[in-house]
């Protein structure tokens, strides 16, 4: 059996493989894969690991259909047609969990970074302007007892929020769907609708995942009814935010900041105007980069592999 693996994974996954008596084929080289090439290459393999490859769509899978796994590097899966997957019979796998601590601290890193204007003091000392400040200059805002609106209060809201209390005793609201019974338990969370959370939080942290409701969910009119001394958090997926408003926003002074850890598209442009704009940060993708959640999200990316190949139930499907 050969597994096909589109990008370089952390060594344990080929620790694995071998352990498990599988042949792979990693491709290593920049440009990374465009679809057709990685359509090419499944062909010659029964199970296919995907770090981010896009097009995984309803022709993906008719020309793939001799897959016998198909399995994310990721826990996000909108790029995904999993209902196309499931027609065909091939099950596809996610890494849930194990990139909640380490997704949750980005989007913390981002409201510090964000709210003590971290990259303007930054670029003053490369600009030699240490030492010119007045000392009402290049203020940052105190998070603690402010509130947190958490926009999809799951597993990475839920570390975002416990980590938010224990350090800062922020209020919690959120705005799902249905109820979190466990995080009104936990953290006093309130959930409100929409409109409310985006009136009363000093910080909205969007952590929903990407669907034909949440697409542009974050627009002009939704930065307006803000605070003004507001900052918005995404480390979801840029398709919820519409970039071009939201840099109008920023720069108009509707809202004081935004830190986004997710754009759209990807990668960024690097002439973005919001890479040169004081109350923006932004990162490049980087939620579940640390070593640890990486080898840990490849250890449930080979287990999906090894358990769809000896014709198992994977340990994290994504099909209904
Ligand atoms: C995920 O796992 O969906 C992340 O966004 C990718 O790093």
């Known amino acids: 059996m050969k597994v096909f693996i589109n990008k370089i994974i952390p060594a344990i996954g080929y620790r694995m493989l071998e352990e498990a008596g599988l042949e792979y084929t990693v491709w290593k080289e920049k440009p990374i894969l465009d679809r057709g090439q990685a359509i090419q290459f499944c062909k010659g393999h029964d199970a296919f690991l995907s770090a981010g490859q896009a097009g995984l769509d309803a022709d993906f899978f008719d020309q793939c ?69 007045q000392p009402t200059e290049g203020l940052g805002i105190d998070l603690a007892g402010k509130t947190l609106g958490i926009v999809g209060l799951g597993r990475i809201g839920a570390e975002l929020a416990r980590i938010c209390i224990q350090s800062w005793d922020m209020n919690i609201l959120y705005h799902n769907r249905g109820v979190n019974p466990e995080a009104e ?31 542009g969910m974050f627009g002009m009119e939704q930065f307006k009814k803000m605070k003004s001394s507001a900052l918005f958090i995404n480390t979801s997926r840029g398709g919820v935010h519409n970039e071009d408003e939201l840099t109008q926003a920023l720069r108009d002074g509707i809202i004081w900041g935004a830190g986004i850890d997710v754009t759209n598209p990807e990668p960024m442009h690097p002439d973005n105007p919001l890479l040169d704009m004081d109350n923006a940060v932004v990162f490049p993708h980087i939620g579940s980069a640390t070593k640890e959640t990486r080898d840990a999200m490849t250890r449930c990316a080979v287990e999906n592999i090894i358990a769809g190949l000896q014709g198992k139930e994977l340990p994290y499907p994504v099909n209904p």
């Open 185 to 215: 338990r936990e953290f006093g969370a309130k959930r409100v609708s929409l409109d409310e959370l985006l009136a009363q939080s000093d910080v909205v942290s969007v952590h929903t995942a990407l669907t034909e409701d949440t697409r």
């Open 65 to 133: 259909r001799h897959l016998k796994v198909v399995a994310l590097h990721s826990v996000g899966f909108d790029g995904v047609d999993v209902a196309a997957a499931t027609r065909r019979g091939i099950p596809v796998g996610n890494t849930p969990n194990v990139l909640n601590k380490a997704t949750a601290e980005t989007a913390l890193l981002l409201m510090l970074t964000v709210a003590r204007r971290a990259l303007f003091h930054h670029k003053k000392i490369k600009k030699g302007q240490w030492g010119i400040s």
